[in-house]
């Protein structure tokens, strides 16, 4: 009942924003319309909604990506609840959260949005870009839980399915890439224009692109299992056009409202990390060491030190430089809370603020505010990430997709590096400095696949799901187990998420058939089916 407490609310608070953005101040025909009864619910509302949750719902963005993906591919630790992802400590309930409220909210509108425009003629773009967002939003699902309802979700309220199947994996993929190939092609710009979409505000030649790159992501998921059809997908994908530009990132752009946990208007993300008093997630150091053993320019915006003002962490006293010439550039040790690795107290001095003294917390780097703000933008798939995809195909199959995998290369460094200019607040970094970047940071041979992911990786921060699955698929980069003793209760990174205990009471005789298929064993450190080993 919470979760679709804050549901509600959470539609409700994007139709004010709707309303007052989209419509005029005299249309008032439909004020007397219950908004949360499904009969009624439009499409595009729908669509705008789920794509708002995606990156604006708190509980879900912090127990996925904050408490467990982040530090399973060792971007951020340090904090207290860092230890789930970082150090492996099973949670049930924060492995389940995402399944528990993408189905009965996002999962069903989409589903809903989806078969509510498809036969009306005036809504041809906007039922292709709900087939695409839909394919989306399972795509994540998919990723971290293996098979899972698919064909038959959400089919309890259109068709009477109480206890919906699970699809294996390959077919779920299968279908995504019908879907992708027929909604980007099915997608005219002459058609009906989709004003409420929040990612592209309804440009239909933008969201072709968009399709075609996710199409391109999920097709390099398949490297590992079928690496034959990983290459016809890829090239279907690029043929019928991906990402050209840095302009073309599908981003979401927040509001500066702090999230909390029902208001999706701000990210989401933001708000697991800088809700508290003060700002408890430090860099966890084997992702400081690779940034600065390959002069990455990104590595002094990002990250920085501040001394904290209780509940205003975009006051806070920004003391890089006078820290950083005592200590460098020191995150937390994998598999170690901030307050392990204790630090002995020193003083600097700020000029036109006087003396302050650094202890332990203040000499671990922090996330740069910018990164973290409450109108940052959730970068869903970007410019860079496309051209490294590229770059990585180009490379295993000896394709020229308008440019070698070296051209692909450097085009994914330059865009990655000034996409932080997407964050309000982010840096424009000079063009010496990437060309310098790009001449350290030469392909060298035999080790161009780890160069590549590396890149992705970085360009992949602040997108935990993302970055997880393209570290499983790809191998890279290669990780030790943050292993500590007392807590953990593996000494391996787990590779994907156990299905809820809900599904197991509720759903046991498709539960149990989905195991057999997964080979029998639902545990974080089996495998799911393109994450073969």
Same mark, same amino acid.
């Given at each position: 009942?919470?979760?679709?407490?804050?549901?509600?609310?959470?539609?409700?608070?994007?139709?004010?924003?709707?309303?007052?953005?989209?419509?005029?101040?005299?249309?008032?025909?439909?004020?007397?319309?219950?908004?949360?009864?499904?009969?009624?619910?439009?499409?595009?509302?729908?669509?705008?909604?789920?794509?708002?949750?995606?990156?604006?719902?708190?509980?879900?963005?912090?127990?996925?990506?904050?408490?467990?993906?982040?530090?399973?591919?060792?971007?951020?630790?340090?904090?207290?609840?860092?230890?789930?992802?970082?150090?492996?400590?099973?949670?049930?309930?924060?492995?389940?959260?995402?399944?528990?409220?993408?189905?009965?909210?996002?999962?069903?509108?989409?589903?809903?949005?989806?078969?509510?425009?498809?036969?009306?003629?005036?809504?041809?773009?906007?039922?292709?870009?709900?087939?695409?967002?839909?394919?989306?939003?399972?795509?994540?699902?998919?990723?971290?839980?293996?098979?899972?309802?698919?064909?038959?979700?959400?089919?309890?309220?259109?068709?009477?399915?109480?206890?919906?199947?699970?699809?294996?994996?390959?077919?779920?993929?299968?279908?995504?890439?019908?879907?992708?190939?027929?909604?980007?092609?099915?997608?005219?710009?002459?058609?009906?224009?989709?004003?409420?979409?929040?990612?592209?505000?309804?440009?239909?030649?933008?969201?072709?692109?968009?399709?075609?790159?996710?199409?391109?992501?999920?097709?390099?998921?398949?490297?590992?299992?079928?690496?034959?059809?990983?290459?016809?997908?890829?090239?279907?994908?690029?043929?019928?056009?991906?990402?050209?530009?840095? !302009?073309? =990132?599908?981003?979401?752009?927040?509001?500066?409202?702090? +999230? *909390?946990?029902?208001? #999706?208007?701000?990210?989401?993300? $933001?708000?697991?990390?800088?809700?508290?008093?003060?700002?408890?997630?430090?860099?966890?150091?084997?992702?400081?060491?690779?940034?600065?053993?390959?002069?990455?320019?990104?590595?002094?915006?990002?990250?920085?030190?501040?001394?904290?003002?209780?509940?205003?962490?975009?006051?806070?006293?920004?003391?890089? !430089?006078? =820290?950083?010439?005592?200590?460098?550039?020191?995150?937390? +040790? *994998?598999?170690?809370? #901030?307050?392990?690795?204790?630090? $002995?107290?020193?003083?600097?001095?700020?000029?036109?603020?006087?003396?302050?003294?650094?202890?332990?917390?203040?000499?671990?780097?922090?996330?740069?505010?910018?990164?973290?703000?409450?109108?940052?933008?959730?970068?869903?798939?970007?410019?860079?990430?496309?051209?490294?995809?590229?770059?990585?195909?180009?490379?295993?199959?000896?394709?020229?997709?308008?440019?070698?995998?070296?051209?692909?290369?450097?085009?994914?460094?330059?865009?990655?590096?000034?996409?932080?200019?997407?964050?309000?607040?982010?840096?424009?970094?000079?063009?010496?400095?990437?060309?310098?970047?790009?001449?350290?940071?030469?392909?060298?041979?035999?080790?161009?696949?780890?160069?590549?992911?590396?890149?992705?990786?970085?360009?992949?921060?602040?997108?935990?799901?993302?970055?997880?699955?393209?570290?499983?698929?790809?191998?890279?980069?290669?990780?030790?187990?943050?292993?500590?003793?007392?807590?953990?209760?593996?000494?391996?990174?787990?590779?994907?998420?156990?299905?809820?205990?809900?599904?197991?009471?509720?759903?046991?005789?498709?539960?149990?058939?989905?195991?057999?298929?997964?080979?029998?064993?639902?545990?974080?450190?089996?495998?799911?089916?393109?994450?073969?080993?």
């Amino acid at each position: 009942m919470k979760s679709m407490k804050r549901y509600y609310n959470s539609l409700l608070y994007l139709c004010l924003a709707l309303v007052t953005g989209l419509m005029s101040c005299d249309d008032f025909g439909d004020m007397n319309v219950n908004p949360t009864k499904s009969s009624n619910m439009d499409p595009a509302l729908q669509l705008a909604l789920i794509q708002a949750r995606f990156s604006g719902d708190l509980e879900s963005n912090e127990r996925v990506g904050t408490f467990n993906c982040m530090p399973m591919v060792q971007q951020l630790g340090g904090a207290w609840a860092c230890q789930y992802g970082g150090f492996y400590v099973k949670q049930q309930q924060y492995m389940s959260i995402l399944w528990e409220l993408n189905y009965p909210n996002d999962i069903l509108n989409i589903a809903d949005a989806v078969n509510r425009s498809k036969d009306d003629p005036k809504k041809q773009n906007l039922h292709n870009i709900c087939r695409i967002m839909k394919v989306y939003v399972f795509a994540r699902l998919t990723d971290l839980y293996g098979d899972i309802p698919y064909s038959e979700a959400s089919s309890g309220y259109s068709k009477g399915i109480v206890h919906p199947k699970y699809d294996k994996q390959a077919d779920i993929y299968d279908d995504f890439f019908k879907e992708l190939t027929e909604a980007s092609t099915a997608l005219d710009p002459s058609k009906d224009q989709v004003p409420q979409d929040q990612f592209y505000k309804g440009d239909i030649a933008a969201w072709k692109k968009f399709a075609n790159s996710l199409h391109l992501r999920l097709a390099m998921r398949l490297v590992k299992r079928d690496e034959a059809k990983a290459k016809a997908e890829v090239q279907k994908a690029f043929a019928r056009g991906v990402f050209s530009r840095n !302009e073309d =990132v599908c981003k979401m752009t927040h509001e500066n409202v702090q +999230n *909390n946990y029902e208001d #999706v208007r701000g990210n989401g993300l $933001s708000a697991s990390i800088n809700q508290g008093e003060l700002v408890p997630y430090r860099y966890n150091q084997v992702f400081i060491t690779a940034l600065r053993n390959t002069n990455d320019p990104r590595l002094e915006h990002m990250a920085r030190y501040y001394i904290d003002i209780p509940y205003k962490f975009m006051e806070r006293l920004d003391v890089t !430089e006078q =820290v950083r010439a005592v200590v460098g550039y020191t995150g937390c +040790n *994998n598999g170690d809370f #901030v307050w392990d690795d204790w630090k $002995s107290t020193f003083t600097i001095t700020v000029p036109g603020r006087g003396d302050f003294e650094i202890g332990n917390n203040g000499q671990k780097i922090q996330l740069a505010n910018f990164l973290i703000a409450n109108n940052a933008p959730f970068l869903h798939l970007t410019y860079a990430e496309t051209e490294l995809l590229l770059a990585e195909a180009c490379f295993r199959w000896g394709l020229n997709l308008n440019g070698d995998y070296t051209t692909h290369y450097n085009n994914g460094i330059e865009a990655g590096i000034r996409q932080l200019s997407f964050y309000p607040g982010g840096p424009s970094i000079e063009t010496g400095k990437i060309t310098q970047y790009k001449a350290d940071n030469v392909l060298a041979p035999g080790r161009e696949l780890q160069m590549i992911n590396h890149q992705l990786w970085v360009v992949l921060f602040m997108n935990g799901p993302e970055a997880y699955a393209n570290w499983r698929r790809s191998g890279f980069p290669q990780l030790t187990p943050g292993y500590k003793p007392g807590y953990s209760n593996i000494n391996t990174i787990p590779r994907r998420f156990e299905y809820p205990l809900s599904e197991k009471e509720q759903n046991k005789a498709n539960y149990d058939k989905a195991l057999q298929d997964m080979g029998g064993n639902d545990d974080w450190t089996a495998r799911v089916w393109w994450d073969k080993q």
